[in-house]
């Protein structure tokens, strides 16, 4: 089987966090190690030290690493590794405080390799309390040097622009804009393999002995972008319809794509092969069924569907729904 490219779940990977909590449990279902903030589960990740394991089924235990290099374009049909690895990284994030004013690398214009550190990046909105709003861009007038003045003061936060969101909003951050997920909201995150970061500020925090995180002022203040409209964060959504599912586009870049899906319920339809999905599943449940197989996935869980799984059939509940990734552009890997 292991040549056989198939529809796989795998293992989160947890991930402590000083502004973590517990959401995580109680929206997703997902068991989480007891007394611990986890701000973070990784659901799709291969990196250095951090390495999606298949859950269960057949190639329970192997590793998304293995599998890139078994299957090569079988997973991932046209879409090219970055830097010899799985091209995305997929997480729940449960912010019970703000996260950091940060930064990722920009992009340097008009660069079509994959650049080392650069991270664009989507949040769909899963739960938000009352008010809950977030951070991403500058007010109007913000420089540079009003960002470096302020940079590691409470000041900082009066230079950001504020977004009131609410469950089904999606944002998309391209690496080089200063942004800050709030407190009491839950987001689905899709972006490039990167886990490049630059603080600002962190809110005043400490450890529990007493010292804050370190902050990057220079290294941030050099990659942030000021240049990014509106209609880039909060795109137009354009209606999708198919033989499987309706729903819409909510995210086009230069990387990836991002859809929301409702299926035709209690129907079993014919999966489409030749593109590498990865579903995360926003409502409901279903299977997947091919080649004398199943898998069953609910909210909450993440499933990466290889180009070359063929002969797969999926049926849902009525009321199932999920986002869609596809990779929309080859990324060169680095010599």
Same mark, same amino acid.
């Given at each position: 089987?292991?040549?056989?490219?198939?529809?796989? /779940?795998?293992?989160?990977?947890?991930?402590?966090?000083?502004?973590? $909590?517990?959401? /995580?449990?109680?929206?997703?279902?997902?068991?989480?190690?007891?007394?611990?903030?986890? $701000?973070?589960?990784?659901?799709?990740?291969?990196?250095?030290?951090?390495?999606?394991? +298949?859950?269960?089924?057949?190639?329970?235990?192997?590793?998304?690493?293995?599998? +890139?290099?078994?299957?090569?374009?079988?997973?991932? @049909?046209? %879409?090219?590794? =970055?830097? $010899?690895?799985?091209?995305?990284? +997929?997480?729940?994030?449960?912010?019970? &405080?703000?996260?950091?004013?940060? =930064?990722?690398?920009?992009? =340097?214009?008009? #660069?079509?390799?994959?650049?080392?550190?650069?991270?664009?990046?989507?949040?769909?909105?899963?739960?938000?309390?009352?008010?809950? !709003?977030?951070?991403?861009?500058?007010?109007? *007038?913000?420089?540079?040097?009003?960002?470096?003045?302020? #940079? @590691?003061?409470?000041?900082?936060?009066?230079?950001?622009?504020?977004?009131?969101?609410? !469950? @089904?909003?999606? /944002?998309?951050?391209?690496?080089?804009?200063?942004?800050?997920? *709030?407190?009491?909201?839950?987001?689905?995150?899709?972006?490039?393999?990167?886990?490049?970061?630059?603080?600002?500020?962190?809110?005043?925090?400490?450890? %529990?002995?007493?010292?804050?995180?370190?902050?990057?002022?220079?290294?941030?203040? #050099?990659?942030?972008?000021?240049?990014?409209?509106?209609?880039?964060?909060? &795109?137009?959504?354009?209606?999708?319809?198919?033989?499987?599912?309706?729903?819409?586009?909510?995210?086009?870049?230069?990387?990836?794509?991002?859809?929301?899906?409702?299926? +035709?319920?209690?129907?079993?339809?014919?999966?489409?092969?030749?593109?590498?999905? =990865?579903?995360?599943?926003?409502?409901?449940?279903?299977?997947?069924?091919?080649?004398?197989? $199943?898998?069953?996935?609910? %909210?909450?869980?993440?499933?990466?569907?290889?180009? @070359?799984?063929?002969?797969?059939?999926?049926?849902?509940?009525?009321?199932?729904?999920?986002?869609?990734?596809?990779?929309? &552009?080859? #990324?060169? &890997?680095?010599?």
């Amino acid at each position: 089987m292991l040549n056989e490219p198939m529809p796989l /779940l795998f293992e989160p990977i947890f991930k402590r966090k000083p502004w973590g $909590g517990r959401r /995580l449990e109680k929206l997703l279902q997902k068991r989480l190690p007891a007394g611990e903030a986890i $701000g973070e589960s990784w659901e799709l990740v291969s990196l250095p030290g951090n390495e999606s394991v +298949v859950r269960s089924g057949p190639l329970a235990g192997r590793t998304l690493h293995e599998l +890139v290099r078994r299957w090569g374009t079988d997973l991932l @049909g046209d %879409a090219a590794l =970055v830097d $010899g690895r799985f091209p995305l990284l +997929v997480k729940f994030l449960d912010a019970c &405080q703000n996260l950091s004013v940060q =930064v990722h690398p920009k992009p =340097v214009p008009g #660069a079509t390799a994959w650049q080392p550190g650069v991270k664009h990046e989507a949040w769909y909105i899963l739960h938000a309390d009352p008010d809950a !709003a977030l951070f991403v861009g500058t007010r109007t *007038g913000v420089t540079l040097e009003h960002l470096r003045a302020v #940079a @590691g003061t409470p000041a900082t936060r009066n230079l950001l622009r504020s977004w009131r969101v609410s !469950a @089904g909003d999606c /944002l998309y951050l391209p690496s080089g804009i200063v942004h800050a997920l *709030g407190a009491g909201i839950v987001v689905a995150e899709v972006q490039d393999p990167s886990d490049v970061t630059y603080r600002l500020y962190d809110w005043d925090r400490v450890d %529990a002995d007493g010292r804050p995180r370190d902050l990057h002022v220079e290294q941030a203040i #050099a990659n942030v972008r000021l240049d990014i409209p509106d209609q880039l964060i909060i &795109q137009p959504r354009t209606q999708l319809h198919s033989s499987l599912a309706t729903g819409c586009r909510l995210v086009t870049c230069e990387r990836f794509t991002v859809d929301t899906l409702s299926f +035709v319920p209690d129907r079993k339809l014919p999966l489409p092969a030749g593109k590498m999905r =990865v579903w995360i599943a926003t409502g409901g449940y279903g299977s997947l069924l091919g080649r004398g197989f $199943g898998l069953d996935f609910r %909210a909450g869980d993440v499933v990466l569907i290889p180009a @070359g799984a063929e002969g797969w059939h999926v049926s849902a509940a009525a009321g199932t729904s999920l986002l869609e990734i596809t990779l929309t &552009q080859p #990324a060169r &890997q680095r010599e």
